[in-house]
């Protein structure tokens, strides 16, 4: 199995701008995370995903930010309009046996 | 509110000496005890995990955690460690009955040769 897959693995973008990040989880998984990794505030889950359902998005900043689950071997977390406080590190993560998670290699964001 | 405490933030060891990194938990019952391993520019990954039972559990490259439930914590520790042990450490808990992960702050491993 190739594991989680994040593309893009970086994006460039300027403020204001929409940015769309996408997720392919394990196939067999059934809860796929989103976090968000920042310095100040190290890693956030942002929403995750039980058979496809949204279970908990708290940790969503705002309605800026959304995500979606339309089948269970994709996701993506859109973020419009993009600002530069939302420059981070994203990571998509999906749920093995017995609770461990796979994360994926990260999209390293930069909005200016 | 559940959380997850690693007052260490930065740990420095000589090449070879042990190492003990600290994790402490708030949650009313025994949750789910995890550590995971980021190393720079990746994403983190499984070290070891604790659900019940024996106390002192093994996970992959040499390391250990205890659970000891009298100070909630899960204390991580190798007996000798290596240059490519360097990198930021992940204690999570996941309370029982959710798959919501909750993670600490992390503790950042340097090791000097």
């Known amino acids: 199995d190739a594991g989680v897959i994040q593309s893009p693995r970086h994006e460039v973008t300027e403020m204001g701008q929409e940015v769309t990040l996408r997720c392919k989880p394990i196939s067999g998984h059934n809860s796929l995370f989103w976090y968000r990794q920042t310095m100040m505030r190290g890693l956030e889950l942002l929403i995750y995903f039980n058979n496809n359902v949204p279970i908990d998005d708290s940790g969503m900043p705002e309605d800026r930010f959304s995500a979606k689950m339309p089948n269970a071997s994709f996701s993506t977390l859109k973020i419009q309009p993009s600002e530069p406080r939302d420059s981070a590190v994203y990571f998509c993560?999906?749920?093995?046996?017995?609770?461990?998670?796979?994360f994926g290699p990260g999209t390293r964001l930069t909005v200016t | 509110a559940q959380s997850v405490t690693q007052p260490d933030i930065h740990i420095t060891v000589s090449e070879g000496a042990s190492l003990e990194l600290r994790c402490n938990y708030s949650y009313g019952a025994t949750p789910y005890l995890f550590w995971y391993v980021q190393s720079p520019g990746q994403g983190l990954q499984l070290l070891l995990k604790y659900f019940s039972g024996d106390t002192l559990v093994q996970g992959i490259k040499g390391f250990e955690a205890e659970f000891k439930r009298s100070q909630s914590s899960f204390n991580l520790r190798k007996p000798s460690v290596h240059w490519s042990d360097a990198a930021e450490y992940f204690c999570a808990v996941v309370p029982s009955g959710t798959y919501k992960y909750i993670f600490g702050t992390g503790t950042r491993l340097k090791v000097l040769a």
């Open positions: 993560a999906s749920l093995g046996v017995d609770y461990e998670q796979y």
